[in-house]
């Protein structure tokens, strides 16, 4: 065959395979990790774990919590996060079987079927969407700090379109602005458990009169408003967790992700311990729980209270960048590249899935930027509800990802047992039992959410996203189908069609 001849019929070869794609099994067909840049490094990746779990719900969303739930918080925040773990270790399981640039929404469609592959990207795109609502909202909170007559929405606006720019440069400046938005937020919780045990081991500065391990429990013990009220702060401390599976999004953009992404995984109860229940036993230590109130940040109120007026300054920029980090990783980012994998699996329009000379989707990139406009509108109107509306709304939406997540695993793990499919070299300790936990858990914060009015909101949102991706369904269906054989006409035109 003349060599013109045979680089023809390939060229063919790889437009049928590009349109195949949708129906093709997953180990054949992973177009949404091509064309990426691998420009992540270890540092990167494991700042992005870090990032991942540190945000405005544990800087912001916090301080609500505490004067809800006391020094009880604690053990909320310690089994939430036992439950994610489990999740991740799951998702861990499902990377090193075989690596999904697509993300989560890859397994999905291996494991439960098409529909619930479309179904997890566009949903993980409309919770990162909301999230990224929520930090901006959290941004213009922490700016009104220096500058009380500031209206939120110039601020969710400002710090929208810098982050935009941002994303559409490159992935590496991506990541190395995320690694130092991670570094600032460690350094502050870091410097924050130090500053605290200095003022109880040493007394000095004006809180150390009343510091003391004995406030964790001596202000109406460690319930003090009863075991109802731990129970309702749960909404809120999911979503302080939510970004926690943004290691699996980085999949397609990693060095060595087969290493970096369990690694990461592993050191997440390390994170959880130190990061979240550590800096909360030494805040409520240092000041008792009855002194917070809604929208105090526990770091600012602590750091005030020590006495040290500069340095609660820094930690509300701190936290600002905390919001801003979130709403980088996870609400432009991940938004972007789930957008894309729907486009390259035909779960979205084709022209989705482009990629620019950088290698950034660029068009998802300025459509998740567009409808996070929607949470400049919402400050606007709403401000003193923006944040718990749209937090709740994330929750809501990151519960039904996070278990189709687990309920794939599950899936994955009967083939294995079934000899259809080999067992990953790193495996979700106690499953198939720890798997029925967490999805049992993830019922009861469900109920929890819709116990409250101002939380219930939620659930209506996502029951109406669910009834537009259900009727939205058909015509991704049809619109792939026919993508797929006019591709196949236009790659092999006058060639004479098997009828059969």
């Not at 929404?105 to 494991?111: G, I, N, V």
């Not at 990541?175 to 130092?180: K, V």
């Not at 770091?299 to 609660?312: M, Q, S, Y």
């Not at 996870?330 to 390259?344: K, N, Q, V």
Request: aromatic share 12%; glycine share 10%.
């Amino acid at each position: 065959m003349p060599s013109s001849h045979r680089a023809a019929e390939e060229r063919k070869a790889q437009r049928r395979m590009a349109v195949n794609t949708a129906d093709r099994p997953p180990e054949e067909a992973q177009p949404a990790g091509e064309g990426y840049h691998r420009a992540l490094g270890t540092r990167q990746i494991q700042m992005l774990a870090i990032g991942g779990t540190i945000g405005t719900g544990l800087f912001l969303g916090a301080g609500t919590n505490i004067a809800k739930a006391g020094p009880s918080l604690i053990l909320t925040y310690a089994v939430a996060g036992l439950a994610l773990f489990f999740v991740m270790r799951a998702l861990g399981e499902l990377l090193t079987y075989r690596r999904a640039p697509g993300g989560f929404a890859d397994y999905a469609r291996e494991f439960l079927g098409p529909f619930w592959g479309y179904a997890t990207a566009w949903t993980y795109w409309i919770i990162w969407v909301t999230t990224g609502m929520a930090e901006l909202t959290a941004a213009g909170q922490y700016v009104q700090y220096w500058w009380p007559g500031f209206d939120q929405w110039k601020t969710a606006l400002i710090a929208l379109v810098v982050l935009f720019v941002v994303n559409l440069i490159s992935v590496r400046l991506f990541g190395e602005l995320e690694f130092w938005f991670a570094m600032i937020k460690v350094a502050a919780i870091v410097m924050m458990i130090l500053v605290g045990l200095a003022v109880l081991v040493f007394g000095f500065s004006d809180a150390g009169r009343t510091a003391s391990v004995t406030n964790l429990w001596s202000h109406g013990g460690i319930f003090p408003n009863g075991f109802g009220h731990t129970m309702m702060t749960l909404q809120m401390v999911m979503f302080a967790y939510l970004g926690v599976e943004l290691v699996g999004v980085t999949a397609g953009e990693a060095k060595d992700p087969e290493k970096n992404i369990p690694r990461a995984i592993n050191a997440l109860p390390i994170r959880f311990a130190l990061f979240y229940l550590g800096s909360l036993l030494v805040i409520l230590s240092v000041v008792s729980w009855t002194e917070f109130e809604e929208g105090t940040s526990p770091f600012v109120l602590a750091f005030t209270k020590i006495g040290i007026p500069a340095a609660a300054g820094i930690v509300n920029f701190v936290v600002l960048t905390a919001a801003l980090s979130s709403c980088n990783a996870g609400g432009l980012y991940s938004t972007s590249r789930m957008l894309r994998t729907a486009g390259a699996n035909g779960d979205g329009p084709r022209i989705l899935a482009r990629l620019s000379g950088r290698g950034v989707p660029v068009l998802t990139v300025v459509i998740s930027a567009v409808v996070m406009g929607i949470g400049v509108v919402v400050n606007a109107v709403v401000p003193e509800k923006a944040f718990e509306y749209i937090t709740s709304v994330s929750t809501g939406g990151a519960i039904m990802v996070w278990t189709v997540i687990v309920v794939a695993h599950m899936r994955y793990r009967r083939a294995v047992a079934e000899g259809r499919l080999p067992a990953a070299p790193y495996r979700m300790p106690g499953a198939p039992f720890t798997s029925v936990l967490v999805l049992a858990f993830f019922a009861f914060v469900t109920v929890l959410i819709a116990w409250e009015a101002d939380t219930r909101v939620a659930l209506y949102v996502m029951a109406g996203w669910l009834v537009l991706v259900v009727a939205g369904w058909p015509f991704v269906r049809r619109g792939s189908q026919q993508a797929r054989m006019a591709a196949v006409s236009a790659s092999a035109p006058g060639t004479p069609q098997n009828t059969g």
